[in-house]
């Protein structure tokens, strides 16, 4: 197939009212048709949140990567923008693989990973884009602009993607995932004066088998004094009850030494406890950090595609980021959401829900456990328990199938506060067919995808003291 942006966007155009609209969200960022994974190039400008990320808009499954592009006012409402990048030269022919944003003197640099095929392998190597409009984007003809050619012998051409560009005092710096000969996740470190010639700087960070086989899609962000990295590991062995996805993401709180062009930290910790949580992306917006997560897992089946909607993935809401004590903090934009309940875990009573999108915020009692379940008209619950100082989020008795690649998959997953909560209260954000649970004012967070036969339609909190 002959990829090009224009093809892409004409297909979108005749196709796109043949998606079924039976789990389409109504706050979430999700692909007009087509599969969605990575958040790619996430970034504010003039106060509009630009998100692109990894599309392939003639399938509901994986496919040769594109660049889709979606702008938000909010971090909650989305609106389609034509697409950016598609696997149209040699140096990208076999995807335009993640990567991020950087805006220059007015100008919007993208930066991605090309695959290319050489001598029977799909090599990667690093590319450039870039727009004034924010629409419409010019590859470079230098690219690639940073290839395994004139790199270390330790880099591997086929591990060698997912680009952070950071433009600092008059420098462009490329944090780049490879991973040692040992099969360890590593960050490598370019720099550049002027976006086209790159030279190697040092080895950023270098994992152990305790943190995966290989890193991707890493990120770099200085919030209240503190360097924060992220980066999505791929085979973590799990730590009783977390990292138990096959595929986790990790935040580390340390300091960057750019002279050295290291990185050290003293502390790392799963950014989200739930089942669908991958390759996040921070930003700035309105002066805030904010993050964007790809709502979906690796090596799961995904029902949207094995029905025939037509798409597949969506992305979690915006979250606004701090730390606090050491910790990273989630806190949810709610503000566009007009359907909101304040509820306390002793009201027995069934509420309704109407509709969706829906904020829930609930008060509970430290002491006492509690069961919150929305139910709908056959009997399919998705439920939230505190049992102890453990909550478990479920979609246990639902009847969709997903499965997992994971040793024993479970379509629950289990959050252990330690009774060191920062707040008694537990916010939700329900949409058609995602959950994101916030506990203790932000502390930890919880998402996962589901699949109702028929919407969600009653809320009940038992408590049990």
Not at 368 to 385: A, C, D, P, R
């Amino acid at each position: 197939m002959n990829y090009t942006v224009e093809r892409a966007n004409r297909y979108i155009k005749n196709n796109k009212e043949k998606v079924n609209p039976q789990f389409r969200q109504k706050i979430h960022a999700q692909p007009p048709i087509g599969w969605m994974n990575d958040p790619n190039g996430f970034i504010a400008i003039n106060d509009k949140l630009h998100l692109f990320y990894q599309f392939y808009p003639y399938d509901s499954v994986w496919g040769p990567m594109h660049w889709g592009h979606m702008t938000s006012t909010d971090g909650l409402t989305w609106q389609d923008q034509p697409v950016a990048l598609a696997p149209d030269h040699v140096f990208d022919e076999k995807g335009c693989f993640s990567g991020t944003a950087v805006l220059v003197d007015n100008q919007l640099i993208l930066m991605y990973t090309g695959c290319e095929q050489i001598n029977g392998q799909a090599i990667q190597q690093q590319c450039i884009a870039t727009s004034t409009n924010f629409k419409d984007f010019d590859k470079s003809t230098e690219n690639p602009v940073i290839s395994t050619i004139n790199c270390p012998s330790f880099i591997s051409a086929v591990d060698f993607r997912d680009p952070k560009i950071i433009y600092r005092k008059g420098r462009y710096y490329a944090l780049i995932v490879t991973k040692t000969p040992a099969s360890e996740g590593q960050i490598v470190l370019f720099e550049s004066l002027d976006c086209k010639e790159w030279n190697f700087k040092s080895i950023l960070l270098t994992g152990n088998k305790e943190l995966g086989i290989m890193w991707e899609c890493p990120d770099l962000l200085t919030i209240d004094g503190k360097d924060i990295l992220i980066l999505s590991a791929i085979e973590m062995p799990s730590q009783k009850e977390k990292f138990t996805n096959l595929s986790s993401c990790i935040y580390f709180v340390g300091n960057m030494n750019w002279e050295t062009g290291q990185y050290s930290y003293d502390y790392y910790e799963e950014i989200d406890a739930g089942l669908d949580f991958y390759a996040p992306q921070m930003t700035i917006f309105k002066n805030k950090p904010v993050l964007i997560s790809w709502m979906q897992m690796w090596d799961r089946n995904i029902p949207t595609h094995e029905l025939n909607h037509l798409w597949a993935g969506c992305m979690t809401s915006v979250r606004q980021l701090s730390i606090e004590n050491g910790q990273l903090i989630q806190r949810p934009l709610t503000h566009s959401i007009t359907d909101k309940l304040f509820l306390k875990t002793n009201m027995a009573e069934i509420i309704p829900l109407n509709t969706q999108p829906k904020y829930l915020k609930i008060e509970f009692v430290p002491e006492n456990n509690f069961n919150i379940q929305f139910q709908n008209k056959i009997g399919e619950i998705l439920s939230l328990k505190k049992e102890g100082t453990f909550f478990t989020l479920s979609r246990e008795k639902m009847q969709t199938t997903i499965l997992g690649k994971e040793k024993d998959f479970q379509n629950y997953r289990i959050y252990d506060s330690k009774g060191m909560l920062r707040e008694n209260f537990v916010e939700i954000i329900l949409d058609t067919s995602s959950i994101e649970v916030f506990i203790g004012n932000g502390q930890k967070t919880m998402s996962m995808r589901f699949f109702p036969t028929m919407p969600l339609s009653t809320c009940q909190i038992i408590e049990n003291e």
